[in-house]
C-alpha cells in the first residue's frame, strides 16, 4: 500500500520581476531563482555570496573565544619541544578535526600524538583513566581535544591538576558549568564574539589550524567537508564556503587513503558532491567507530604509505559492510517487536551498540512514532532514541534524569543508559509527556515541497541551474517538487533484492524515469493507481548518453487504491478484512479489503456494497475469483432451451445422474448451463426428477422460460460474474457504490 512519510508543505510564491531580472545576471533559471527568494535570499549581495562561496568570505578566526590563548599554548609547547596529545572522536567528524589539527600540527613541527576513544571502552569525550594513561606513560604535556570536551570536567581537571594543560575545541552544547580547562575554543561560548554558531568539530579545527599557520589551509579542506557534511550541521554561512571549496579539493585529493575507500565504494570522481561524502565516504569512517578502534583513520586520512593506506580502506571497507549486515539483522529482530502502543522501547542482550541509532532511525522512518532501541548487559540497557519532529524525546526525558545512569541528547535523538528495572517508569514518562502536551502522534513529520513541475519545465539546464544551489544539507535542504498529472506506463523492481523501484511517467506524451528508493514491493500499486510524486531532479548517464531522472523521497495516492489481481499470483497482506463465500471476514488490517471471490447472488453483493461504504478502506484487492464461470455460457439461448427439450422429449426417463455428462456433449452445451436449465425446467413443471431420474411433464402448461425465477437469477448471475471478471476495477467500484445508495 502506498502510504505518504510526511505531510506536504507546498510552496509556490509569486516571484518579483526584480528579482527575476536580477537571477539571469547569474546565469539562473526562473526555478532556481524561485527557491532563493523562498530560501530568503533576496539581495543582490547576498545572492552573489551564495553563489560563489569564497573563502576569503571565512570569518577571522581569532574572533573566536579563546583562540589568541589557545595559539600562543599550541606555539610555546612546540618552540618548547612539548609533547602534544590530540584526543578526538570514533565518528567521522572525529576522525577528520583529529586529522586537520594533527596535520598543522606536523607542519609547524610539533611532537603530536592523535588518539581516538573506543566507543566501548572509552565512552565519549574525555576519559580520566586514557588522560592518567597518556600523562603517566606517554609525557604528554598538552592536550587539545577536538569535537568533544566541553563536557569533560573530572578527566580535564585531573589533567590540568598534574600540572597539564587542556585546550578545548569543541561545537557541541554548552552545558551551564564549563570546565576547567586552560582555554575553551567553541562558537558558542557565550564570551565569544564569533559571527557563526555552526561550525562541526573539523570547522572549529580548521580555525585552529588557520589561526596556527597564519593562512587558509585549503588543501585540508576535503577533510572539513567529508565531517562537516557528516556531522549534518547548518550549510550555511561559513559552512556553505568551506564544503563548497572542499568538494572541489575531495574531488582531486591526493590523499591515498581516501583515494583507496572512494575507490572501493565505487566513486564517481566525475560527480564528487554532497552525497559522495554523506553515503559513500562518512558511512565507512562511522562503521568504523561503532565497531572496532577508530585510530587507523587517522593514518587513512593522514598518511601517504599507499600500500598500508589500501590495507586500511579495505579494513574499513569491510567493516562497513559487516556494519549492514548487523543493522539489517537488528532491524529484522526489532521489527517483530514493534507494539502498537505510540512509543517503542525495545531491547536484546544480543544487539550491538554501535549500530542502534541506525536502526532506531530506520523503524522511525516506517512507522513514525518514537523508538528507543537499547543493548541489555547484566540488568543494564544502553543505546540510542530517535523520534518524530512533534515530539521532543530530550524535553520528555530530561527532567527525569534521576532513572538514568547516563543520558544526553537533542530534540530529536539521544543516547543513553539506565537500569532495566526502570524501564516501565521511563515508558511511562514518555506516554505521559504525550498526554501532558496534548501531542498528535499521528501526526507526520512535513516535507518542504518547491511547487508543483511540468516534465516540460525539467530538462538537463534545469538541473545545471539548481546544482548552483548545492551543496545540499541543513538549513539549504535539496529542492523537493510535487509531481502530478501523469501517466505510469511501466513499474518493476530493480537493485539488491528488488528492494527499489523504478517508474516510466508519461505526461502529454513527455517521458520520464523515476526512482524510489525501498520501493520495489509497490510495482504493482503504482502501476494501478493514479499517484502524486514529491522527488528532486537528477540525471543519470547510460551507454553515454545522458537523461533527467526523478528522485522520488514520496508518494501518495488520489483517492483509494484498487488493484486489479485477477490474473496475478501475488503474495496478498495477511490478516484483512476479506470478503469470501458471500460473506466478510474482518480483519485486524481493517483498511485493507481483499475480494477473494466474486459475489455469487444479489443479496451477497448487497452485503459487499454495504460494506465498501460504510468501511473506509485506503486498498481494494480485486481477486474476483469465480468458481463457476456463468458469465462465459450465458443464461441460455431459446434455440439451447428448445434442442434441450426438443432431445429429451424423446426419452420417457433420463437418468441425470450419470448421463448428464454425455447429454451436454450431445448439446453442446457447458454442463453447468445445462445443469440450470434442467432446475429451470423443473421449476417451470416442464420435467420432474425423482432418485435421479429426470421424466418430461408431456402435459406442462405452455410458459415463458423468463418466468422462472432460477432463470431470473442466473440472468443476475452473468451479470455480477461479466461485471467481476472483464470490466475495470474502477467500474467495479463505482458499481458497487451506486448498489449501495440504490439500496439505501
Same mark, same amino acid.
Given at each position: 500500500m502506498i502510504k505518504s512519510k510526511y505531510i506536504w508543505h507546498i510552496t509556490e510564491p509569486e516571484l518579483p520581476d526584480a528579482f527575476l531580472k536580477l537571477s539571469k545576471k547569474y546565469k539562473l533559471d526562473r526555478l532556481a531563482a524561485q527557491i532563493l527568494w523562498q530560501r530568503g535570499i533576496k539581495?543582490?549581495?547576498e545572492v552573489k555570496t551564495f553563489l560563489n562561496p569564497d573563502l576569503q568570505d571565512l570569518h577571522d578566526p581569532f574572533l573566536l573565544h579563546d583562540m589568541d590563548k589557545a595559539v600562543k599554548r599550541i606555539l610555546m609547547a612546540i618552540e %618548547?619541544?612539548?609533547?602534544?596529545?590530540?584526543?578526538?572522536?570514533?565518528?567521522?567528524?572525529?576522525?577528520?578535526a583529529s586529522a586537520v589539527m594533527k596535520t598543522a600540527l606536523d607542519e609547524l613541527g610539533a611532537e603530536v600524538q592523535v588518539y581516538l576513544p573506543n566507543r566501548f571502552t572509552d565512552g565519549y569525550g574525555p576519559n580520566i583513566d586514557v588522560y592518567k594513561y597518556f600523562i603517566q606513560n606517554e609525557g604528554i604535556d598538552l592536550i587539545i581535544t577536538v569535537d568533544n570536551g566541553v563536557a569533560g570536567h573530572e578527566a580535564i581537571s585531573y589533567a590540568q591538576s598534574q600540572g597539564?594543560?587542556?585546550?578545548?575545541?569543541?561545537?557541541? %552544547?554548552?552545558?551551564?558549568e564549563l570546565p576547567a580547562a586552560y582555554a575553551i575554543v567553541h562558537p558558542e561560548h557565550p564570551e565569544s564574539e564569533y559571527p557563526f554558531k555552526h561550525l562541526a568539530g573539523v570547522g572549529v579545527a580548521f580555525k585552529i589550524a588557520t589561526a596556527l599557520l597564519d593562512y587558509i589551509p585549503a588543501d585540508m579542506l576535503d577533510l572539513v567537508a567529508i565531517g562537516t557534511i557528516a556531522d549534518m550541521v547548518s550549510l550555511t554561512d561559513e559552512n556553505r564556503i568551506l564544503v563548497s571549496q572542499g568538494l572541489k579539493v575531495l574531488a582531486n585529493t591526493e590523499r591515498a587513503g581516501l583515494l583507496e575507500l572512494m575507490k572501493l565504494s565505487e566513486?564517481?570522481?566525475e560527480q564528487i558532491n554532497e552525497e559522495t561524502i554523506g553515503f559513500q565516504i562518512a558511512p565507512r569512517l562511522n562503521a568504523l567507530g561503532r565497531l572496532a578502534d577508530p585510530n587507523p583513520a587517522i593514518e587513512l586520512l593522514t598518511g601517504w604509505d599507499e600500500e598500508m593506506a589500501a590495507d586500511i580502506a579495505q579494513m574499513i571497507d569491510e567493516k562497513n559492510k559487516e556494519r549492514k549486515a548487523i543493522v539489517e539483522n537488528i532491524f529484522n529482530q526489532a521489527i517483530t517487536m514493534m507494539t502498537d502502543e505510540p512509543v517503542q522501547i525495545l531491547y536484546h542482550k544480543d544487539w550491538h551498540k554501535g549500530v542502534l541509532g541506525i536502526v532506531a532511525g530506520r523503524l522511525l522512518n516506517q512507522f513514525h512514532k518514537p523508538v528507543l532501541l537499547l543493548a541489555e548487559e547484566e540488568g543494564i540497557l544502553r543505546g540510542s532514541a530517535r523520534s518524530t519532529e512533534n515530539y521532543n524525546i530530550f524535553e520528555a526525558l530530561d527532567a527525569h534524569r534521576d532513572l538514568f545512569i547516563a543520558f544526553g541528547g537533542h530534540k530529536q535523538a539521544a543516547g543513553m543508559t539506565f537500569s532495566l528495572e526502570n524501564l516501565e517508569a521511563i515508558k511511562q514518562v514518555m506516554l505521559d509527556f504525550i498526554e501532558e502536551n496534548d501531542i498528535d502522534m499521528s501526526r507526520k513529520s512535513t516535507l518542504g515541497v518547491q511547487g508543483k513541475l511540468q516534465f516540460e519545465q525539467i530538462s538537463l539546464e534545469t538541473i545545471h541551474s539548481l546544482s548552483k544551489l548545492a551543496p545540499y544539507g541543513m538549513d539549504n535542504p535539496k529542492p523537493y517538487f510535487l509531481i502530478e498529472n501523469y501517466e505510469v506506463e511501466q513499474a518493476r523492481s530493480m537493485g539488491k533484492d528488488n528492494s527499489h523501484l523504478k517508474l516510466k511517467l508519461n505526461q502529454n506524451g513527455q517521458m520520464l524515469d523515476a526512482v524510489y528508493f525501498g520501493h520495489g514491493s509497490e510495482s504493482l500499486e503504482f502501476e494501478q493507481s493514479d499517484t502524486e510524486l514529491v522527488a528532486s531532479l537528477s540525471s543519470n548517464t547510460w551507454n553515454g548518453t545522458t537523461a533527467v531522472q526523478l528522485m522520488v523521497e514520496d508518494a501518495r495516492v488520489n483517492g483509494i487504491e484498487l488493484l486489479d489481481i485477477r490474473s496475478r499470483q501475488i503474495e496478498l497482506p495477511q490478516n484483512t478484512v476479506r470478503f469470501v463465500h458471500n460473506e466478510v471476514k474482518n480483519g485486524t488490517m481493517e483498511e485493507v479489503l481483499i475480494i477473494e471471490e466474486a459475489p455469487t447472488n444479489k443479496l451477497a453483493l448487497s452485503v459487499l456494497a454495504k460494506l465498501i461504504h460504510e468501511q473506509d478502506f485506503a486498498l481494494i484487492y480485486f481477486k474476483n475469483n469465480i468458481k463457476k464461470n456463468y458469465y462465459l455460457t450465458g443464461a441460455g439461448t431459446r434455440e439451447q432451451f428448445a434442442r434441450f427439450y426438443k432431445t429429451i422429449y424423446q426419452y420417457p426417463e433420463f437418468d441425470v445422474r450419470f448421463k448428464l455428462k454425455n447429454l451436454a456433449n450431445y448439446l453442446k452445451i457447458p454442463e453447468i448451463l445445462l445443469v440450470k436449465m434442467i432446475q429451470i425446467f423443473e421449476e417451470l413443471n416442464f420435467v420432474t426428477i425423482e432418485d435421479g431420474l429426470?421424466?418430461?411433464?408431456?402435459?406442462?402448461?405452455?410458459r415463458d422460460i423468463s418466468e422462472s425465477g432460477i432463470y431470473q437469477e442466473l440472468q443476475e448471475i452473468v451479470k455480477f460474474q461479466e461485471l467481476f471478471a472483464l470490466s475495470p476495477v474502477k467500474e467495479i467500484y463505482k458499481k458497487l457504490k451506486e448498489e449501495n445508495a440504490d439500496a439505501t
Open positions: 539581495e543582490e549581495k %618548547s619541544g612539548q609533547n602534544i596529545l590530540v584526543y578526538g572522536d570514533y565518528d567521522a567528524d572525529g576522525m577528520t597539564i594543560d587542556v585546550i578545548v575545541t569543541d561545537h557541541h %552544547s554548552m552545558p551551564e566513486t564517481d570522481f429426470m421424466t418430461v411433464n408431456k402435459a406442462a402448461e405452455k
